[in-house]
């Protein structure tokens, strides 16, 4: 693991308690988040044909969210339940670009449905984008 020093910066600054609840937090919204985002995903494989091009969107952040979950969560659990950091730094750097990264794809989809939702609802006469 390393020197002192190192191994203190991985140690979690809450409480052992708090760590085993957000530890479980994390286990049950992962286990949501797979199973609604996974059956999304079937459906609109199933229904590919009649998806209409907002509905990418949803499809989309489905995506995101479960690629978050997917590499984020089996990092975060263990750890939460150690009260420490268990992985190297280089393993950190990776778990917070896959954090940013999902997150901003994530941000960007909500973004553009509230846009094509605002476009439906305050522009319903506008004949140059089409969303149905």
């Known amino acids: 693991m390393g020197n002192a020093s190192e191994i203190f910066l991985f140690v979690s600054r809450i409480s052992k308690d708090n760590d085993f609840i957000m530890g479980t937090l994390y286990i049950i919204f992962g286990v949501l988040s797979i199973l609604g985002n996974g059956i999304l995903l079937f459906v609109a494989y199933r229904k590919k044909s009649s998806l209409k091009p907002a509905e ?10 479960l690629s978050m979950t997917i590499t984020l969560f089996p990092l975060a659990i263990p750890s939460a339940y150690a009260h420490m950091w268990l992985f190297n730094l280089t393993t950190c750097t990776v778990y917070a670009f896959c954090g940013v990264l999902f997150g901003l794809c994530s ?8 846009c094509v939702c605002w476009l439906k609802v305050c522009c319903p006469n506008y004949d140059k984008l089409k969303f149905d």
């Open 56 to 65: 990418f969107f949803v499809v989309n952040l489905a995506i995101s969210d």
């Open 107 to 114: 941000l960007s989809n909500l973004t553009v449905l509230s």
